[in-house]
């Protein structure tokens, strides 16, 4: 079961935009913490960004004043505005979903840890 769908990745100069955008369930958007993390070449994954289903926003100290991360109810997606990007941003970007496991009224299971299958950004000149 694919709960969460990434996109937008792809490559960027230094100094330039772009944006993530991660698409999922009404119930994973509706009762799940969202959040954004990112696998650079040859290191572990790290976090960037989440945000509660209250709107409370964190951000990773590298992303503070040059990521967004955002909700959209009607869309039912978490997007990641990324401006001034480094060649230190590029990594595959991973978005999270975290709450509590259930199974909803179709018998569907929904993990309490839920990731998509990553999308690749390259930031070079």
């Known amino acids: 079961q694919v709960h969460l769908v990434e996109s937008g990745g792809g490559v960027v100069q230094p100094g330039g935009s772009l944006r993530l955008s991660c698409a999922t369930s009404a119930t994973i958007f509706n009762d799940y913490k969202m959040g954004w993390f990112r696998q650079p070449p040859g290191k572990h994954r790290e976090f960037v960004a989440t945000i509660t289903t209250g709107g409370r926003t964190n951000y990773a100290g590298s992303a503070k004043d040059r990521f967004t991360i955002s909700r959209d109810g009607a869309k039912n997606t978490v997007d990641l505005q990324m401006n001034s990007l480094e060649p230190e941003d590029t990594a595959v970007y991973y978005c999270?979903?975290?709450?509590?496991?259930?199974?909803?009224?179709?018998?569907?299971?929904?993990?309490?840890?839920?990731w998509g299958q990553g999308t690749q950004v390259t930031v070079s000149s």
């Open positions: 999270n979903a975290a709450g509590s496991a259930r199974i909803d009224h179709t018998g569907t299971f929904y993990p309490h840890d839920i």
